[in-house]
């Protein structure tokens, strides 16, 4: 189904950027996407990922990288966890954890421990769960739920002679495997990229992405004193994208801030719906919120755009979008989606531009679109600033 094909792309991103935060930038691989395997009284679509080990870090590293596992608590990790503090009554229990072996050479080989009988003072308890998303269906993530604790209702039933409780289900269909491009060689060596960190599960991934270019990436949470931005003098400042609004994370406030230092700023997501309040524009809130979910992006071949098809899909994470009748006369609309949902923008005399999707999604691999946005991202912005090219205004094709 649609929901379950978005929930493996949200799991699937955030183990990426799992990766990216201890792996060689560029090594991050989906080598397996949407494969069919088979558990105890169940199938699982998977994605299979893969990544080298930077210089420094080992195993431990690894493992601590991927604590929480996205399946157990949500995405954005740190909203989810707040979310279940902020809701539920009580305190949960017992749900999943690891098992594996660490060896005396270092090496370390574990799996996820869910769906597993847990005894404590004779009491034996099986957790069994779904993820829930906006697409959900109660009455079909009652019966997964069900499904999934097939295996310990028939090991009872030998001992009791209680039949499993009903449920059924499907799995996804499968689709061929997809691999990752690894991207060119840093085109941009020795520049200083300051990236804001708006609680976001992926930033790792856009580092890397980053990093590729050839750029010296320094990440700091947002909350810091804007005059930080002086002391670290960058060269660009990526905003992340974040759950919530901007000014819950002062991204207007950062822009504005660099705007008026005149430092290039590449906005994602939440860095883009940010660089429109900056400059007096409005947000709305989409009908239906596209997360994890892929479009169809056409742009005018503008700015980050540059040398990309014409139309490309990428995987959107969002349910705020920039009100075409109020963005604000300085930005100039560069994408957009098939069904009119700005997708991108730029400001018509300043080196600041952005994107409402994620070029760093396992969504916006196909021709490495996501990597050949981010490398235009960084040398185009910074061309500009050192004075090779200017932002001139265009006519736009979208109104």
Known sequence: ???????????????????????????????????????????????????????????????????????????PKKAAAQMIEDLEKTA?????????????????????????VHVHDGVAEYPAGATLLYDSIPALEEQETRLKATG??????????????????????????????????????????????????????????????????????????????????????????GPGRPRDFRVPETVQYAAARRIPVFGVCLGLQGIVEAFGGELGVLDYPMHGKPSTVRHRGVGVFEGLPKEFQVGRYHSLYAIREKLPACLEITAESLDGVIMGVRHRELAIEAVQFHPESLLTLEDE???????????????????????????????
Request: aromatic share 8%.
């Open 1 to 75: 189904s649609t929901k379950e094909e978005s929930e493996l792309t949200m799991c699937t991103d955030v183990d990426r950027n799992d990766k990216s935060r201890v792996c060689v930038p560029g090594s991050v691989r989906v080598i397996g996407r949407r494969l069919i395997e088979s558990y105890a009284g169940l199938f699982h679509t998977v994605d299979h990922v893969e990544g080298t080990l930077e210089p420094g870090f080992d195993s431990l590293d690894a493992f601590l990288a991927h604590m929480w596992a996205v399946t157990v608590i949500g995405a």
């Open 92 to 116: 949960r229990g017992w749900y999943g954890g690891a098992v594996g072996m660490l060896s005396l050479n270092g090496e370390m080989n574990t799996g996820i421990l869910i769906r597993t």
């Open 152 to 241: 310990f209702f028939r090991a009872l039933e030998a001992a009791t002679g209680a039949a499993p409780p009903p449920g059924s289900g499907q799995a996804d269909e499968a689709l061929g495997a997809l691999t990752a491009a690894d991207g060119g060689p840093g085109a941009r060596k020795g520049l200083k990229l300051l990236l804001v960190d708006n609680d976001d599960c992926f930033i790792h991934t856009l580092a890397n992405y980053a990093r590729q270019t050839g750029a010296d990436v320094v990440t700091y949470r947002s909350g810091f004193p804007l005059e930080l931005i002086d002391r670290i003098a960058p060269d660009m400042i990526l905003i992340s994208p």
């Open 369 to 399: 679109c996501g990597f050949r946005l981010m490398k235009n991202a960084v040398t185009g912005l910074l061309r500009y600033r050192e004075g090779d090219v200017a932002v001139e205004p265009r006519a736009g094709v979208f109104g």
